[in-house]
């Protein structure tokens, strides 16, 4: 039991050093099949999820056994074609041992009703959300400003841009960047109390105090606090009985040196609905603003947020939908969302035809992408049309997949390659061992099976089949 225990601290060390997605997809089942002090043989699901760790993650899940056993100077990953067996007790499945590890959080949440009402408050000031980091964050030009404006206020607070105000557009990822300011300094200044809410929350809360005579309260709380972030100011316009109550919390924590972070959808001069002297305060700092993302930003922002909801889109609906949706990142999330929810409900995969037709039922497009009807559909001519679609998908040369290079990059897709020539266009292996090189029949046989055997195993890798397929009409 001891190999059981050490992995499940070796989990808990690399869940802190990879993102939670890249946990859940490339990990699966795992357990130790060999342990010395200066060695560890993981037993994984498939040769698919093996050639992925070592390529992608060998140096973190090193550097998580290190932390186990400090003398470790090597690990290796091999694959048990029996580590589904329900008997196998030091397997551990990573999804259940992930939202094994979630219910921490559920104690902290008991343990924070326990407290007293003041300890209550002191322990609510930490009110930024900890998934809003710079991994998911992507910075484009026309908001270069604003993340190096926060990300100054992050290394010095109270000392940087007070008041930062930042002004843009709905659905421009604002929220996102500003709890990202609050969990940077939470990080460096562990000490230090956020506090992170939205102006319909401040004017909930502010009429509650009204209601409970409890106002003297409410400042307290607040003076509380090292940091102040409000997003979505314009929600005060016409509260004037908030708006007064903000401009006294504002000067209690400006005199007091505090931070204060403030968002609104347009620049200072633009606040007519604003009390003059409110007004007045949140120019004192730092006015900045951000544009719409450009395609490429787009592209690089559909491809994070699928990635993070573990879905695959093939690069050619991607760079048609970022190409067509233009507005916000709110909208490209939305047609993601709709792309995830057919694919939950009726196992369908994206195509360009079927996302086409969607953006301009939904009138995110006046035609199908500007092409004729006819090039929505693709018809396979030769081997090639195969091959280019499969060295398309997974990003490598043609070249690559067609030649002898053994590196683990080339072997799926050349496998993937030979499986959709044999199944789907009814080549003989000796027709297609010619085209692979002159590989003899024996040899693409052996891919072929090989494949199907990863399939039957790895969901993922049958998901990206299934993609390929469909992009090309087969």
């Known amino acids: 039991m001891d190999k059981y225990y050490k992995l499940k601290n070796i989990l808990g060390h690399l869940t802190e050093m990879i993102k939670k997605q890249d946990f859940l997809v490339y990990f699966r089942k795992i357990s130790i099949l060999e342990m010395t002090d200066d060695e560890i043989v993981f037993w994984v699901v498939s040769s698919f999820m093996k050639d992925n760790i070592e390529a992608k993650f060998y140096n973190q899940v090193k550097e998580a056994s290190q932390k186990e056993i400090p003398n470790l100077t090597k690990i290796n990953f091999r694959v048990d074609q029996n580590i589904d067996t329900p008997s196998n007790k ?18 902290t949440y008991k343990l924070q009703n326990s407290l007293t009402p003041m300890a209550q408050i002191m322990s609510q000031m930490k009110t930024v959300n ?39 557009d709905v659905g421009l990822w604002k929220t996102h960047l500003l709890q990202w300011t609050g969990n940077e300094i939470l990080r460096k200044f562990k000490d ?66 505090k931070q204060i972070v403030i968002s609104w959808d347009r620049p200072p001069k633009d606040l007519t609905e604003l009390e003059p002297r409110l007004k007045s305060r949140f120019e004192w700092g730092i006015t900045v603003d951000i544009g719409k993302p450009d395609y490429e930003t787009r592209l690089a922002i559909l491809q994070e947020k699928a990635r993070e909801r573990e879905f695959m889109i093939p690069q050619d ?133 090989k494949l199907e055997q990863i399939m039957k195993k790895d969901k993922t890798l049958l998901h990206e089949i299934n993609i390929i397929r469909d992009g090309i009409g087969i």
């Open 192 to 257: 230090k109390k956020v506090f992170y809410t939205t102006a319909d929350k401040f004017i909930t809360e502010y009429v509650a105090n009204v209601r409970k005579r409890s106002i003297e309260k409410l400042r307290q709380k607040f003076t509380e606090i090292d940091v102040l972030i409000i997003d979505d100011v314009q929600f005060l316009a016409k509260k004037e009985q908030t708006q007064n109550e903000l401009y006294n919390i504002f000067n209690l924590l400006y005199d007091a040196n």
């Open 317 to 449: 609906v991607a760079e048609f939908i970022a190409t067509n949706v233009t507005e916000n990142i709110r909208e490209l999330e939305w047609v993601l969302n709709q792309m995830i929810a057919e694919y939950e409900l009726d196992g369908t995969n994206p195509t360009l035809t079927k996302v086409a037709a969607k953006l301009k039922k939904l009138s995110f497009t006046s035609d199908l992408l500007g092409l004729n009807k006819a090039n929505l559909k693709t018809t396979i001519r030769s081997y090639e049309d195969i091959i280019e679609a499969v060295s398309r998908h997974f990003g490598i040369e043609k070249e690559g997949i067609l030649g002898e290079n053994r590196k683990k990059e080339f072997m799926i897709p050349r496998q993937v390659s030979m499986y959709l020539l044999k199944t789907k266009m009814n080549y003989t292996y000796e027709r297609i061992g010619n085209i692979f090189s002159g590989r003899n029949h024996a040899a693409v046989l052996y891919s072929c099976n």
């Open 130 to 168: 900890e998934r809003y980091t710079l991994d998911n964050f992507i910075v484009w030009s026309d908001n270069q400003l604003a993340y190096s404006a926060c990300e100054a206020v992050s290394k010095n607070p109270w000392k940087s841009y007070n008041p930062l105000y930042i002004y843009w």
């Open 90 to 107: 030091n397997v551990i499945d990573c999804i259940k041992f992930h939202k094994d590890n979630s219910k921490e959080t559920k104690k």
